[in-house]
């Protein structure tokens, strides 16, 4: 079905409704953002994708939660999402500071004795980031 979607993009208006947000950005120029039934956001994906902030992927193994708050410490840090991934957890942390967060995040969570670093890097903003922005992360079933 995304294939056939995909083929159609730019020659003709799709309506499809689904959960999957991967999905949705791959196929995509535009998007509404529904929550409650009620139209929350709408505009083209490219748009809402756009943030003035950056962000860090990490993902993390073990007992996270010292080292979750002793990152939110840091007056760089924004806040963080976090996103379990089975075993792992998925965090998103945005910054107001790229280079203090490129210069002392890393060294920040490897001096943690709790759990293991196994990704980092800077991220990439998804449909999935604009959503929980928009709808927040507390309202995410």
Wanted: with cysteine; aromatic share 4%.
């Amino acid at each position: 079905m995304l294939t056939l979607i995909e083929s159609l993009r730019g020659r003709t208006t799709i309506f499809y409704s689904t959960h999957i947000l991967d999905d949705v950005q791959r196929v995509s120029d535009a998007v509404a953002i529904l929550t409650g039934g009620r139209v929350v956001a709408h505009g083209r994906i490219d748009d809402l994708l756009a943030t003035p902030m950056s962000a860090w992927t990490v993902r993390l193994n073990g007992d996270t939660g010292a080292l979750h708050r002793r990152v939110a410490e840091e007056p760089w840090v924004a806040d963080i999402v976090n996103r379990p991934r089975g075993s792992s957890q998925l965090w998103t942390v945005r910054v107001t500071d790229d280079d203090a967060a490129g210069e002392q995040l890393l060294p920040l969570l490897v001096a943690s004795d709790e759990c293991d670093v196994v990704e980092y890097h800077p991220s990439e903003r998804t449909l999935e980031d604009a959503y929980l922005d928009i709808v927040g992360a507390n309202h995410v079933a």
